[in-house]
């Protein structure tokens, strides 16, 4: 069983910073696959960044080159590091966790509100 916590969210203005985090639970948190998911009202969830238990990312188009996923395996925790906020990227933010590149993300924590006012 691998339990999620997030942190971090809050409001902001156009064009703030925020770092959100994920503390993990679990003796193999390296081996993890990690992901941050975000839904805004009356949106689908979508994958936001992605890293692998090697350390590789991936983004989707709209946050390339303004957030940055990274991991600390000795603290179990996943980090998204939010530059260039837009009032586009409220949501709530959810970080997942997957045992594998082709396995679903089958673990989520309880989310956290990101506001971006304009």
């Known amino acids: 069983q691998v339990q999620l916590v997030e942190s971090g969210g809050g409001l902001v203005q156009a064009g703030g910073s925020l770092r959100l985090s994920c503390a993990a639970s679990?003796?193999?948190?390296?081996?993890?696959?990690m992901g941050w998911f975000r839904q805004a009202p009356g949106k689908q969830r979508e994958l936001v960044a992605a890293?692998?238990?090697?350390?590789?990312?991936n983004y989707v188009d709209s946050v390339k080159g303004r957030f940055t996923i990274s991991r600390d395996n000795a603290k179990s925790t996943v980090y998204l590091q939010m530059n260039s906020l837009k009032p586009e990227d409220t949501a709530t933010y959810y970080c997942?966790?997957?045992?594998?590149?082709?396995?679903?993300?089958?673990?989520w924590g309880q989310g956290t509100q990101v506001t971006v006012s304009s």
């Open positions: 890293i692998s238990s090697g350390g590789s990312t």
């Open positions: 679990g003796r193999t948190f390296s081996s993890y696959f």
């Open positions: 997942a966790a997957r045992f594998g590149p082709h396995s679903p993300y089958t673990y």
